[in-house]
């Protein structure tokens, strides 16, 4: 037993965990995510069994997602890089306003209800489904991106978006480009360096933001940072990343665009379903 969960749940736990991590490197390499909309759950239910309080729980699932995706959105980044798709002006100009929402966010979220993590979750994933699913060539703001002043807004957003969700921001950024006529390809590409500019200082937000909670986390903590979770999930996304990558890349447009918006569709009604009980 350890921390008071038998030796079979723990092996259960310990599947579970391995397998999301798999599921989330093919999807930060096929949509250019983090992937903390499949980890944040499984996190939720393991500290749940272990009897994390339910007052620190969510936001030790959101910095544990984080430091997650640290590895699995660089390894991401670099599939694409690689293959010439992700747009570094678009990275340069969000850097700044992405970092300083991040922190900002992570600051708040670190005090924040654990509704209030579910409520974000359920109103991005619709809006962006919505989108994919069901948006057409009109849906637009603007033939290519806007000035440097809008995409400061936009990146700070992101950033708050992200910190209060435990994401790399790949789907956030993937709607705004969109919105700008980028290929959904650039889009993706371009997300999954985002997510190394929102997961580090995120990662560093949380650990400072629990710190002064630490008797309530479980062993192997620092911060809001369980180093158990990370351990038993990094390597598998991280092998996983490539094959994402190159599905990615293999698949036309529309399809892509599709699979992605159904994706979405499940993780709100996911936790839609989890804010009524």
């Known amino acids: 037993m350890l921390a008071g969960i038998p030796m079979p749940e723990l092996l259960t736990l310990a599947g579970a965990l391995l397998t999301a991590g798999?599921?989330?490197?093919?999807?930060?390499?096929?949509?250019?995510?983090?992937?903390g909309t499949v980890i944040v759950p499984v996190l939720y239910e393991t500290f749940r069994?272990?009897?994390?309080?339910?007052?620190?729980?969510?936001?030790?699932?959101?910095?544990?997602?984080l430091a997650i995706i640290v590895p699995t959105s660089i390894r991401s980044f670099r599939g694409h890089l690689a293959k010439g798709a992700v747009d570094m002006d678009v990275l340069r100009r969000w850097a700044v306003p992405v970092i300083i929402g991040v922190v900002l966010g992570g600051y708040f979220a670190a005090y924040a209800p654990a509704w209030v993590f579910?409520?974000?979750?359920?109103?991005?994933?619709?809006?962006?489904?919505v989108k994919l699913l069901f948006g057409r060539e009109n849906w637009i703001l603007g033939e290519d991106l806007p000035a440097k002043g809008a995409m400061r807004v936009y990146g700070f957003a992101i950033g708050?978006?992200?910190?209060?969700?435990?994401?790399?921001?790949?789907?956030?950024?993937?709607?705004?480009?969109?919105l700008y006529r980028?290929?959904?390809?650039?889009?993706?590409?371009?997300?999954?360096?985002?997510?190394?500019?929102?997961?580090?200082?995120?990662?560093?937000a949380y650990v400072i933001g629990g710190w002064s909670k630490m008797e309530l986390m479980?062993?192997?903590?620092?911060?809001?940072?369980?180093?158990?979770?990370?351990?038993?999930?990094v390597p598998t996304s991280i092998l996983a990343a490539p094959w994402g990558v190159r599905i990615?890349?293999?698949?036309?447009?529309?399809?892509?665009?599709?699979?992605?918006g159904?994706?979405?569709?499940?993780?709100?009604?996911?936790?839609?379903?989890?804010?009524?009980?």
Not at 22 to 28: K, N, Q
Not at 187 to 200: F, K, Q
Not at 262 to 277: C, H, M, R
Request: proline share 5%; aromatic share 6%; net charge positive.
């Open 182 to 204: 980028r290929p959904i390809h650039q889009a993706v590409a371009t997300s999954s360096g985002l997510g190394v500019i929102i997961s580090i200082p995120g990662v560093v």
């Open 49 to 65: 069994l272990m009897g994390v309080p339910e007052e620190v729980r969510m936001q030790l699932c959101v910095g544990t997602s």
């Open 22 to 35: 798999v599921v989330t490197g093919v999807l930060a390499g096929i949509f250019g995510i983090g992937g």
């Open 160 to 178: 708050i978006a992200s910190a209060l969700m435990g994401v790399g921001g790949g789907a956030l950024s993937n709607l705004v480009m969109s």
């Open 218 to 233: 479980p062993p192997l903590s620092i911060g809001y940072v369980s180093l158990i979770g990370v351990a038993l999930m």
């Open 118 to 129: 579910k409520a974000v979750f359920v109103v991005v994933a619709v809006i962006l489904a």
């Open 248 to 260: 990615a890349h293999a698949m036309p447009q529309r399809k892509l665009e599709l699979a992605f």
């Open 262 to 277: 159904l994706y979405l569709v499940f993780v709100a009604v996911k936790f839609a379903a989890s804010l009524l009980t």
